[in-house]
């Protein structure tokens, strides 16, 4: 089963194929503060968001207990079209915010990526000249590069479920 590569230590599945799962910190730990790039709306979501023309979005977890900072996403290295559209803007770590809600500011983090079947991936990125002699990507990277991004969270101290703190097409 593939992972992404960023996510390799990190990333549980919960289904078959992968592309469902639960972030667990390498020292064991399920909760995280959250912080995040984009724009919020509807209280706890967030969209892409514009920066220095360009366009940005962006979550790390922190985890409770030991303190690593994982990145989970961001738009210009795992979204389809912020890689090679030309539009994705990585953003600095001091521009991302924490996220908190009235009730919570711990969270269990879920995810649920879409990727390319190998033949497409092949296709439309290996093979691809003008996208390689930038980015010399290979098939190992396929799971690192998503065309649908959902992002669940669930408050640890009001079990509140926060569905899809970002739900995003990617491609
Ligand atoms: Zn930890």
Not at 13 to 32: L, Q, S, Y
Not at 41 to 46: H, Q
Not at 78 to 100: K, R
Not at 132 to 156: C, N, P, Y
Request: net charge negative.
């Amino acid at each position: 089963m593939m992972k992404p590569r960023h996510l390799e230590t990190i990333f549980v599945p919960t289904d078959e194929k992968g592309m469902d799962g639960e972030i667990v910190c390498e020292c064991g730990c399920r909760a995280f503060q959250i912080r995040y790039f984009g724009e919020l709306y509807d209280k706890n979501k967030i969209a892409i968001k514009k920066y220095r023309n360009k366009f940005g979005q962006a979550v790390r977890a922190v985890c409770a207990d030991c303190g690593t900072d994982y990145l989970l996403y961001d738009f210009a290295q795992h979204g389809y079209d912020g890689l090679f559209g030309g539009d994705g803007i990585a953003v600095p770590g001091q521009m991302l915010d924490d996220f908190t809600t009235e009730a919570d500011n711990l969270f269990a983090v879920k995810m649920l990526l879409e990727y390319d079947e190998e033949e497409q991936f092949l296709e439309e990125v290996v093979n691809v000249d003008f996208i390689q002699q930038e980015f010399h990507f290979t098939m190992a990277d396929r799971a690192s590069i998503w065309s649908w991004i959902v992002i669940e969270l669930k408050g640890l101290q009001s079990g509140t479920v926060y569905k899809d703190f970002v739900n995003e097409e990617l491609a």
